[in-house]
């Protein structure tokens, strides 16, 4: 919850209509670069420590599925029509390469790109020329991780609520399919599996968990393991639904369960 609550936080007041500037040193994993990490425009965004060791089951990323192309400039959306309010939008990427900076590997901090904003628009237009020159995105996978999250009151608490960003932009996939990322480097697991269930308005259960599919893939990010792993929606309502992870420890085959809520819909100002 601290991404939303700080980054909401920080925001100043409006004056014309524009947002004052986040206050990028809180938002900074230790050992950022002040002088490019820095305030632009309408966002945070530069070159940052990586974080090593992020809570586990916890997501660090959640798209709309669809490889996005290197472009000049994207525009991110969201299910806006069932999210009035502010989102915070986190966007990372992998490590700068070493030659961007003429040092051995084995010299380099593990740095890479960063950008933090918030929007109450529905939509994020985002320039790459920063990340670009970095020396990110340059071939045809600019393997970004993208986060967005607002806060909902569900049954009387504020919780975080993700939001699938939509960068690819290709309505050929349809809707309702997602790419989820999440570390899981404490311990290992076996036999992962999600179940989706839709909430009513009241923030209770309104159907039986659907199952919506299973992490196979683990791929090295930075220093931590990373989890990989595609949800289809495609089928069920627009609306709130409770995540639901589902594992087994390898070592004691103690089951290990961790749970978010996000919003599914259409990423486009009408209805689906």
């Known amino acids: 919850m601290s991404l939303i609550i700080a980054m909401l936080g920080a925001l100043a007041d409006t004056t014309g209509g524009q947002p004052r500037p986040l206050q990028c040193a809180s938002l900074a994993p230790p050992g950022a670069d002040p002088s490019n990490y820095a305030w632009r425009n309408n966002r945070c965004e530069g070159l940052t420590a990586v974080v090593e060791k992020p809570p586990d089951l916890e997501p660090q990323s959640l798209m709309v599925a669809g490889q996005p192309r290197p472009k000049a400039r994207y525009t991110l959306t969201w299910p806006a029509r069932l999210t009035p309010g502010e989102v915070a939008i986190r966007l990372t990427s992998r490590l700068v390469t070493p030659t961007a900076y003429g040092r051995s590997a084995s010299s380099t901090p593990r740095r890479g790109y960063r950008l933090d904003a918030v929007s109450a628009t529905g939509r994020f237009e985002w320039p790459t020329v920063v990340m670009r020159t970095l020396g990110v995105g340059q071939s045809n996978d600019i393997t970004v991780r993208a986060l967005a999250t607002t806060t909902e009151m569900v049954v ?61 893939v683990t791929r090295e990010y930075g220093r931590v393991g990373e989890e990989f ?15 639901q992870m589902h594992a087994l420890a390898s070592a004691d085959k103690r089951p290990i369960t961790a749970e978010f809520l996000m919003r599914h819909g259409s990423t486009e100002s009408g209805s689906r």
């Open 156 to 216: 009387g608490q504020a919780r975080v609520v993700y939001l699938p960003l939509d960068l690819a932009q290709d309505r050929r996939l349809g809707f309702g399919r997602y790419a989820l990322h999440f570390t899981l480097a404490s311990f290992p697991v076996q036999e992962i599996n999600f179940t989706a269930t839709r909430l009513s308005a009241s923030g209770q259960p309104a159907g039986a968990p659907v199952p919506i599919g299973d992490a196979r």
């Open 229 to 243: 792993v595609r949800m289809d929606l495609s089928k069920e309502q627009d609306g709130l639904y409770r995540i």
